[in-house]
């Protein structure tokens, strides 16, 4: 059995992802808060230069690695045609300080982010502009469905049917845009999500089991190997632990995959974004 004490060692990776708005309070700002009746519904520093310069700097440091430097996406959503297509300043701020359950956008710490961080970085995405929302996605949603049931569901779950080899995707349609879902189909894509890292075991009698890395510690490792056995091992009892680099998701090439499928495919996991 694994040990009792292990570590999760998703834990850290996943603040790496939207870090900046669980890191850093400066002395003299204002005080922690959050509370939806304690602030206003709309941005007070909205236009104002001095919020709009730190919070590019704010922005940059934290948030960039999911939603790119100019906040128009790359793991995370486009954030700049928020506005644009009905988003309020409250509602932005919420998401924000709560977080996005199932997906790697932490909640923010009210102890650690305060309000004024948050307003600050919305005055500088708002800022950038964005004119119209984004067009709407092409393709068939009912048929990328059905790509889905045959192809993708034995591995990932949506809603309360599926595997679990690979990610819950019941809100990736919130979480993912869509040229990082297509490069991740495609086999192009270099980022997995922390708990989801291809490792091979390798017992000492030779015996090799790939899955995913769930768990370890400096003693022991949790996988999930390819039959969706969730495996512990004490690491003394192994002869090796291998950090794969190929993801066991399958690469969908054009030969697997089509071009139109794949456009179904995409504008059915664009609908997917939770209850």
Request: charged share 20%; hydrophobic share 35%.
């Amino acid at each position: 059995m694994i040990a009792s004490a292990m570590r999760f060692v998703t834990a850290g990776a996943t603040v790496v992802l939207c870090v900046g708005l669980v890191v850093g309070v400066r002395a003299g700002q204002n005080p922690p808060g959050g509370g939806a009746a304690a602030r206003p519904t709309t941005n007070p520093l909205e236009g104002n230069r001095d919020a709009i310069q730190n919070g590019g700097a704010m922005f940059r440091n934290r948030c960039a690695g999911c939603h790119g430097p100019d906040a128009r996406g790359y793991l995370g959503p486009d954030l700049t045609g928020l506005w644009a297509s009905g988003w309020t300043d409250d509602r932005i701020f919420t998401v924000v300080r709560r977080g996005v359950p199932g997906t790697e956008m932490p909640a923010a710490d009210p102890q650690r982010a305060p309000d004024r961080d948050i307003w600050q970085i919305l005055a500088y995405v708002r800022s950038l502009g964005g004119g119209a929302p984004a067009a709407p996605p092409t393709g068939n949603a009912q048929n990328g469905e059905r790509i889905f049931r045959t192809n993708c569901s034995s591995c990932h779950m949506v809603g309360a049917q599926g595997g679990q080899l690979g990610p819950d995707l019941s809100k990736i349609g919130s979480g993912r845009i869509r040229a990082a879902l297509s490069k991740k189909i495609r086999g192009d894509g270099a980022y997995t999500r922390p708990g989801y890292e291809p490792v091979t075991v390798v017992t000492r009698d030779g015996q090799r089991i790939r899955g995913v890395r769930k768990n370890e510690d400096e003693y022991s490792i949790q996988i999930m190997d390819m039959r969706q056995r969730l495996q512990g091992y004490l690491k003394a009892n192994l002869a090796d632990v291998v950090e794969e680099q190929q993801s066991v998701m399958p690469s969908f090439g054009a030969d697997r995959l089509s071009d139109g499928d794949l456009d179904d495919l995409l504008a059915y996991l664009h609908t997917l974004r939770g209850s």
